[in-house]
């Protein structure tokens, strides 16, 4: 199944319950293109998890090609739309993992899919070759460290991991050692992704980066960040505080096929100014995928991507810059 395919079964709900099938709504009582129609449009985005920011800049921009376009259709909204919503979904979400080892932190809150995430990534990674080791520095978490013994195991990748409450910096250094000895390419660090004291994490995650500034200095470095779509709005506020607080890089979107709240996409994209770099669309190992905008955005509205022929868009890409 390409990637326009699996988005496309991930969005259903989306499509189905969501802005999509609300915008159609609002596009099919209107017999020509007026004021009336852009402010119901830019209504059902702000109630759909777009956020209103996001909601005017799209809306803004709607009218904008409309006008440079002479469109006068209404039915060539739709279409109009999912070229607007591709460019807000902006690209630049491949991995950057240039040199042996390149490091990923992963963070994130308890039930986001963290554990599950840092599992099929290492999975992916695995399968395109590169060598890849957990590093487990949740460490105040007992289940956390026996669910990513869990995923190393289904990935068949090696772990390192200590005792319940040691020190997470501790742990990535002794992962650090065992990635040089192995020679492997990939280091990917689970961290523990508190928010009820910011300075805490900082201070947590700021001695971290000491450790691998200081035995993998000038190693390329991801902080990812796991959120779950299925919080709509509160992802998004969720993502800001750990911006602040930890410098992410990326996000990667858990949960998209569970919910009606695909829009979050949009204001995650826009308002932070930080790219969505995989999201997961099911249940299973190999239902992490990179994030593509034109994919996104033609699986949202049903239309068959423009670069490409078939539903198997974008199978080339893997997520991660060669």
């Known amino acids: 199944m390409g990637l326009f395919s699996k988005f496309r079964k991930g969005l259903k709900k989306t499509r189905d319950e969501g802005i999509t099938a609300q915008m159609d709504e609002v596009i099919e009582t209107y ?47 739709r279409e109009t739309l999912k070229d607007i919503v591709a460019g807000v979904v902006w690209g630049g979400s491949y991995l950057k993992i240039r040199t042996k080892p390149s490091v990923i932190l992963v963070i994130g809150v ?13 999975l992916r990674l695995k399968n395109m070759g590169r060598s890849v080791i957990l590093g487990a520095a949740d460490t105040f978490r007992a289940a956390a460290i026996e669910q990513l013994q869990v995923w190393a195991e289904r990935a068949d990748v090696p772990i390192i991991k200590h005792a319940e409450g040691s020190d997470p910096a501790a742990v990535v250094y002794d992962t650090i050692q065992a990635g040089k000895a192995r020679g492997s390419d990939v280091i990917i660090i689970d961290t523990a992704g508190r928010l009820h004291n910011k300075k805490n994490l900082m201070d947590e995650l700021n001695k971290i980066s000491r450790v691998i500034d200081r035995e993998l200095p000038g190693a390329s470095r991801e ?12 992802a998004v506020n969720q993502a800001k505080d750990f911006k602040e607080a930890a410098g992410i890089t990326g996000i990667i979107l858990t949960k998209l ?6 829009g979050v996409v949009l204001a995650i994209n826009n308002e932070l100014d ?7 669309v099911g249940e299973q190992i190999d239902d992490l995928q990179p994030f593509d905008a034109d ?11 423009t670069h490409d022929d078939d539903e198997n ?10």
């Open 257 to 262: 096929d569970g919910t009606a709240r695909g």
């Open 31 to 77: 017999d020509e293109i007026c004021d009336e129609l852009f402010e119901e449009l830019e209504e059902v985005l702000i109630m759909g998890d777009v956020g209103m920011t996001t909601a005017e800049r799209i809306i803004g921009d709607l009218k904008l090609k409309i006008e440079n376009d002479k469109i006068s259709d209404v039915r060539a909204v």
């Open 110 to 122: 308890n039930g986001v899919g963290k554990t599950t995430t840092i599992g099929k990534l290492a």
């Open 295 to 305: 994919a996104f955005a033609s699986a949202l509205f049903d239309i068959k991507p």
């Open 223 to 234: 902080t990812l960040l796991v959120l779950d779509a299925t919080t709509g709005q509160n």
């Open 274 to 280: 930080v790219p969505v770099k995989f999201v997961g």
């Open 313 to 322: 868009i974008a199978e080339f890409i893997t997520g991660v810059e060669e």
